[in-house]
């Protein structure tokens, strides 16, 4: 009997901590799911470091996305090239980081519907022998800086190294390609337009192309094991496409010309 006693009070007491342990998750939010994004904190204004912390378009549309499934985002900066694989290995729920949606990338992920248009440019020295796009794919081979792993990388290895018309110098940041093209290791740097007039801002002697390189679309890249959640972030994409909420992040970062 003592036994049975004992065995009945203890399955109370068990009940009663859980029930305690729920009421307290509540109400400190530890009861959401964590949904985590990995990114390459160095593409402003889409991602990039204030302090210790990851902000730009990216970040505040992931943190809106995740509000929208009731979950606690947590962002992690890796190295651009790295993102898709710790997708598919499951390390990472999704990927944002101006992150365009390539067939090659297909293969891999499934991508979200496109939240923002991104355009490719060209970054020369003042008085550089390159004037136009055209000039790359001409009878002079150039050296190409991008970032490794980046549409940058994609499109001049495609259109350019891989045709015998010159050489795609790769680095692992696109800072450190805009350094590489200041000191003479480059001839130019391809790399999106955002991110390109923030550099030529703060570089003496650079500017950018007038004609454009590409232009591309960009989308959250998601598991192929995981459809569920790309739906889920679709249905946010949309509803907050819908209210005016993408459009008022992006005009906090880039400002009408």
Do not use: H
Not at 140 to 150: A, E, L, P, S
Not at 231 to 240: G, P
Request: hydrophobic residues 45%.
């Amino acid at each position: 009997m003592k036994k049975i006693i004992s065995l009945i009070l203890a399955a109370a007491l068990c009940i009663f901590v859980f029930a305690a342990c729920g009421t307290d998750s509540a109400e400190n939010g530890a009861d959401k799911k964590v949904l985590t994004m990995a990114t390459n904190a160095e593409f402003p204004p889409y991602e990039f470091y204030e302090g210790d912390k990851v902000v730009g378009i990216d970040a505040e549309i992931a943190a809106v996305i995740a509000e929208k499934l009731g979950m606690e985002l947590e962002i992690v900066d890796t190295a651009f090239d790295s993102i898709i694989p710790a997708i598919v290995a499951g390390k990472y729920d999704m990927g944002m980081a101006g992150m365009t949606v390539t067939e090659e990338r297909l293969e891999e992920v499934n991508f979200s519907d496109s939240y923002a248009t991104g355009v490719q440019v060209v970054i020369v020295k003042e008085g550089s022998e390159i004037t136009t796009v055209d000039d790359l794919t001409g009878d002079k081979k150039y050296t190409i800086g991008v970032q490794t792993g980046t549409t940058g990388d994609l499109y001049s290895t495609w259109d350019i190294e891989d045709e015998g018309l010159g050489t795609v110098s790769r680095f692992n940041k696109g800072a450190d390609a805009v350094e590489a093209l200041k000191i003479g290791k480059v001839d130019c740097v391809i790399i999106d337009n955002e991110p390109a007039k923030a550099f030529v801002a703060e570089s003496e002697g650079l500017k950018i192309l007038d004609t454009a390189y590409a232009e591309e679309q960009y989308a959250v890249a998601v598991s192929k094991e995981n459809p569920e959640l790309l739906e889920n972030i679709n249905k946010a994409l949309a509803e907050l496409t819908a209210d005016g909420t993408l459009q008022k992040i992006v005009d906090k970062y880039i400002k009408a010309e």
